[in-house]
Nanobody
């Protein structure tokens, strides 16, 4: 049984820094792993994703230069470091993983093979 468990997040003032983590348990090989977010009043959007085989990382234009995604395979943990946070970044952040994704740049939240974490709140105010 595969589980993705997020931790971290919280509240910070504009310009601040937060980190979130996602620990994977249960056996699965994921080809894409990443972070989506749900901002109040908007559809869930992808913010950062990577190809676990190495070589490709993608970011949403709105977060480029501010968010950094990383993965520690030995710990089966995905990370997202968020710097220079703004009020528009407030929302629920979800870890996601897909065993059949072929391109993190073309990976969407409605892919039927996605596994999801429970979400963690990030508040910037």
């Amino acid at each position: 049984h595969v589980q993705l468990v997020e931790s971290g997040g919280g509240s910070v003032q504009p310009g601040g820094t937060l980190s979130v983590s996602c620990a994977a348990s249960g056996w699965a090989h994921f080809s894409c792993m990443g972070w989506f977010r749900q901002i109040p009043g908007k559809e869930r959007e992808g913010v950062a994703a990577l190809w676990t085989g190495g070589g490709k990382i993608v970011y949403a234009d709105s977060v480029k230069g501010r968010l950094t995604i990383a993965r520690d395979e030995s710990k089966k943990t995905l990370y997202l470091e968020m710097t220079n946070l703004q009020t528009d970044d407030t929302g629920t952040y979800y870890c996601a993983a897909d065993p059949n994704c072929e391109d993190p740049g073309a990976w969407y939240d409605d892919d039927e093979d996605n596994y999801w974490g429970q979400g963690t709140q990030v508040t910037v105010s």
